[in-house]
């Protein structure tokens, strides 16, 4: 499973490039604002830290603006995905895209129906939001028992577009998509810190350091 990080902060994203384990960046119109700069100079910046795909989302609604918009950002750099919503204008666009051979990422997504739909349209990806379905159905799997669907459905049509768990909250839903078996798996920075803690490895590091200073000190 791919891991990418789920931001358009350029720190976080120059931080993570160091780590050498992030394959990816996917950006949506809220990461973007929250950065108070243009999309387009945003991800020019972020092509050059992270060598892989970049999700970068149309602003547009209507299929024939999205497609225009979609070329300008393709241009731009060969590791941009164009990043779409799971609506009719966002289909019939992926369509059209797929057809250019331009990578696309379908995004927010909260059914196997939409992901299979925007698999026939030849998405790349698809981003099925866990954590926003898990807010709406006050559950902590459901998230996870919808990429288990998908990846059952697209497994049984041998579909080839790839699965990006999105909408990552904490290290336990990186870890739902982990044994769903989603493709990629798009996370916030924090979350990525917090994947790498647990307190039995600080506890036991303790224990190691603390025998050898023991050693040495005989
Ligand atoms: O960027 C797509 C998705 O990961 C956003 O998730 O629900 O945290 O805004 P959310």
Redesign the pocket.
């Known amino acids: 499973m791919k891991l990418f990080i789920?931001t358009a902060n350029l720190a976080a994203i120059r931080e993570v490039s160091g780590w050498g384990i992030i394959e990816g960046v996917?950006?949506?119109p809220?990461?973007i604002a929250l950065e108070g700069r243009g999309l387009v100079e945003v991800i020019n910046e972020i092509t050059k830290w992270i060598h892989g795909p970049i999700?970068a989302e149309v602003k547009e609604d209507v299929a024939e603006a999205m497609v225009e918009e979609a070329f300008t950002y393709a241009r731009m750099h060969p590791d941009i995905v164009i990043k779409v919503p799971m609506t009719l204008e966002g289909i019939k666009t992926t369509k059209i895209l797929s057809k250019h051979h331009i990578k696309t990422n379908v995004?927010l997504v909260f059914s196997v129906a939409q992901a299979m739909m925007a698999a026939k349209a030849g998405a790349t990806y698809v981003?099925p939001?866990m954590?926003?379905l898990d807010d709406a159905t006050n559950t902590q799997d459901a998230g996870y028992r919808l990429l288990e669907d998908i990846r059952y459905a697209f497994d049984m049509y041998d579909i080839e577009t790839q699965i990006i768990a999105?909408?990552?909250?904490h290290p336990m839903h990186a870890e739902q998509a982990m044994l769903a078996g989603a493709d990629v798996a798009?996370i916030?920075y924090q979350v990525l810190c917090d994947m790498l803690e647990h307190p039995l490895t600080k506890k036991g590091l303790a224990i190691f350091r603390e025998a050898q200073e023991k050693n040495t000190s005989k």
């Open positions: 789920d996917t950006t949506n809220s990461l999700s995004t981003s939001f954590g926003r999105a909408s990552i909250r798009t916030p």
